[in-house]
């Protein structure tokens, strides 16, 4: 061997010798599902939308009207409505948000043309067409197969408008306002399934105290009227964060009047309003404290439970976590009004932290809406005029439909912490169900980026021989899907699972959500 092939050689031989040794070996995890201790069912609504009046959500992000050059089905644009009709959505809400508190029903039907244009105080100060109103978005509903989420407006409204409101929608009576729906083009009623009272009384909607909240709750709530068959499920607006005070004196002071109670929750990487930090441009640090923060729903979850099983314990009263999900500064170069902000695998891992925390507490919580559906905060899907393209939340939330109606089945997971700096969070999240089917589901989160995971699963109480599986994981931390690269993040089939005696390895890659049905 000549002296220059030598050192080639070598150069090469210690290249990979160090591509070796930087590999980090994988955590070490063991899992234990009891699917001979069935649980809760998990309720399909937490795995719900939400679709407010902000930015471009309604407008560009599913009606684009009949004229559009953007195909589309009666102004529905075809390419979302399709996405859309994939994830099989269990449950949207509409209009707000706090758009519901300045949104007047009427506004929004009888003939588009002639709809009177409003400005949108809340979300950027633009006009509101109303060309999408009560109407479009129960003809979206039906479209879509979803239940329906209506948030009234007790802010600038009134008792006797949200009565009428209810009443068009749902009386198949020869009422004036019956009349009035069928001449508008709707012969039949509609269902409303459940019914907000009001979106966040003691900030945007109303600057009220919880007394002075729970006294206009059970005004409203008495006077939403239906036919008993349909009668909507009446949700009265909970707290935010840690506001036990709130949950705790609203149950007091009305709880034998609701059927749920809403909470809402934003994960926010600085924990400042003023500066949330970037949706993209961020360090395994900003990482780590996103993550931190997002892990509080549990602890939010479980305080805000206890206060309601004191009150409501029979837990007759469903925890509708109504609004959720990471909120970072805009996007620059965009309407700051418009909460326009891109989706990268920080957001999936998010999103699969999330949504096992609402399935573990399925006992409790009924619904949980993710903000929001098109174009605004951590969304499904974005648009840009003509161009659509899916986020890695989708994915997430597209992964975990077989939960959807599952019973619950509890867990033991060991597992190390993964640590950065002075912070600390669970290495591994993990939620585990029989499917309606009579599947084993499992879902299981990696949070370290860096570090794969090896996890020992043992089934007790039933056998497992079989596994399919996906998984979500990237190069980087903030690979994203962009309209010139629309498929940067998509799922693929995962191989990395295999048997062992009566237990199945599953080899995880850093920073991704797997998952798995076990047969």
Not at 20 to 41: F, K, Y
Not at 270 to 292: M, N, R, S, V, Y
Not at 313 to 342: C, H, R, S
């Amino acid at each position: 061997m000549s002296k220059k092939i030598l050192a080639a050689f070598c150069v090469v031989a210690s290249g990979l010798f160090a591509s070796a040794q930087a590999a980090p070996e994988p955590t070490q995890a063991t899992l234990t599902i009891h699917a001979d201790q069935p649980g809760a069912r998990i309720a399909p609504e937490l795995h719900g939308q939400f679709m407010e009046h902000l930015g471009r959500n309604v407008y560009e992000g599913i009606w684009v009207g009949e004229n559009s050059t953007i195909p589309n089905t009666r102004g529905y644009r075809n390419d979302v409505l399709a996405a859309l009709k994939k994830l099989h959505i269990p449950v949207l809400r509409w209009p707000g948000g706090c758009f519901a508190d300045e949104y007047h029903w009427r506004d929004g039907i009888g003939e588009r043309s002639k709809r009177p244009h409003r400005v949108n105080t809340f979300w950027g100060g633009v006009i509101e067409p109303n060309e999408f109103g009560t109407h479009e978005f129960f003809e979206l509903a039906e479209m879509l197969g979803t239940k329906t989420y209506l948030a009234v407006n007790v802010g600038s409204g009134t008792v006797a408008e949200t009565s009428q409101w209810v009443e068009y929608i749902t009386s198949p009576s020869q009422s004036t306002l019956a009349q009035e729906r069928r001449a508008n083009g709707r012969d039949k009623p509609w269902k409303i399934d459940y019914i907000g009272v009001g979106n966040e009384p003691w900030g945007c909607g109303g600057d009220m105290n919880v007394g002075y909240y729970a006294s206009e709750y059970k005004k409203y709530a008495l006077n939403i009227k239906a036919p008993k068959e349909v009668m909507p499920v009446k949700v009265a607006s909970g707290a935010y964060g840690e506001r036990y005070d709130w949950t705790d004196k609203l149950l007091e002071e009305a709880g034998k009047q609701m059927q749920a109670m809403s909470f809402h929750q934003y994960t926010l990487p600085t924990g400042k309003w003023d500066h949330k930090g970037p949706a993209l441009q961020f360090t395994e640090a900003d990482w780590i404290q996103t993550l931190h923060t997002t892990l509080m729903m549990d602890e939010l979850v479980r305080k805000h439970s206890e206060i309601m099983d004191k009150h409501d314990p029979e837990k007759k009263i469903g925890l509708f976590v109504d609004e959720w999900g990471a909120w970072y500064d805009v996007e620059p170069g965009t309407n700051p009004g418009f909460l326009f902000q891109q989706n990268t695998m920080r957001d999936a891992v998010l999103a699969g932290l999330n949504l096992n925390i609402f399935q573990n507490h399925a006992d409790r919580v009924k619904m949980a809406n993710i903000a929001q559906m098109i174009n605004v905060l951590q969304a499904m899907i974005l648009t840009d005029k003509e161009k659509m393209l899916l986020t890695p939340t989708y994915h997430v939330f597209d992964m975990y439909q077989p939960f959807q109606g599952a019973t619950l089945l509890p867990a033991d997971l060991t597992a190390p912490e993964y640590k950065l700096g002075d912070v600390n969070i669970p290495s591994l999240s993990v939620s585990s169900a029989k499917t309606t089917d009579g599947r084993l589901v499992l879902s299981l989160v990696n949070t370290d980026p860096n570090r794969p995971a090896r996890v020992t699963v043992k089934v007790a109480g039933a056998s497992a021989n079989k596994v399919s599986a996906t998984v979500l994981t990237t190069p980087a931390m903030n690979t994203h899907n962009t309209f010139e690269k629309p498929d940067m993040v998509v799922p693929a089939a995962f191989t990395g699972a295999k048997k062992k005696g009566d237990a199945w390895i599953f080899d995880l890659p850093s920073k991704s959500v797997v998952v798995a049905t076990l047969n």
